[in-house]
């Protein structure tokens, strides 16, 4: 099975980055983490990847005038480094059409709450927004991105249930431990190329 190159995108503390790495680390995904990008300085998340000797870089968006130059400095730590898939781990940055359709079916990202559910929101405003619906049952789902935002074909999802006393900081953590497994096998999957997407959906291959 070939070693596919990952670049992943972040903002925060990357706890995904870390499970991600230590999947790699472990041998159960066959995968390189070429390139770590931030677009915040001090992120966790780039501490992190400078403790496994990963190329760690800041860019800050804010450097640019538009987004899709930002995008275009991104696509090129991206593409320098063959990058095959690109991962989104808590980045807080909406991408255009413009980096999009430069890695059609290629980028990955993680919802904490089970698509459609919570679709376009970040943070806090999930689980208020989950807590707020009553909903017994919340989770997290990894999708495709594509340009309509939460919206690309899912590829898996993990359910975690809501309990009556929760708060919206409860429920994260409740939802953040079952990520930690949903993306290292979401990318696991894509990896063996056992992801066929048809349509919005996607079929896991055997
Ligand atoms: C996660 O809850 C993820 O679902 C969301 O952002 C958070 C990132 O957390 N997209 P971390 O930086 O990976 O710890």
Same mark, same amino acid.
């Given at each position: ?24 680390? =472990? ?20 501490? /992190? ?17 538009? /987004?899709?130059?930002?995008? =275009? ?39 904490p709450a089970l698509l459609?559910a919570a ?8 689980h =208020?927004?989950i807590l707020?619906s009553g909903a017994k049952f919340s989770g997290c789902t ?15 999802q993990k359910i975690v249930p809501v309990e009556?006393?929760d708060?919206?900081?409860?429920l994260?953590?409740r939802i953040?431990?079952v ?28």
């Amino acid at each position: 099975m070939t070693n596919i190159k990952l670049g992943v995108l972040v903002s925060g503390s990357g706890t995904n980055l870390q499970a991600i790495i230590d999947a790699v680390e =472990q041998g159960v995904l066959n995968a390189e983490l070429a390139v770590v990008i931030s677009n915040k300085k001090d992120a966790y998340a780039l501490e /992190r990847a400078r403790k496994h000797q990963i190329p760690a870089l800041f860019i800050n968006h804010k450097d640019y005038a538009k /987004r899709e130059d930002f995008e =275009q400095a991104l696509i090129k730590e991206l593409d320098s480094r063959n990058v095959d898939l690109v991962c989104l781990a808590g980045f807080m940055r909406v991408l255009t059409p413009y980096f999009v359709n430069h890695f059609p079916h290629r980028i990955l990202n993680i919802h904490p709450a089970l698509l459609p559910a919570a679709k376009g929101l970040y943070g806090e405003h999930v689980h =208020q927004a989950i807590l707020d619906s009553g909903a017994k049952f919340s989770g997290c789902t990894v999708h495709f991105v594509t340009a309509d935002v939460d919206g690309g074909p899912i590829v898996l999802q993990k359910i975690v249930p809501v309990e009556d006393d929760d708060t919206p900081l409860s429920l994260a953590e409740r939802i953040l431990e079952v990520e930690h497994t949903a993306y290292p096998e979401a990318v696991k999957l894509f990896s063996e190329h056992k992801l066929e997407i048809i349509g919005n959906r996607v079929k896991i291959k055997k």
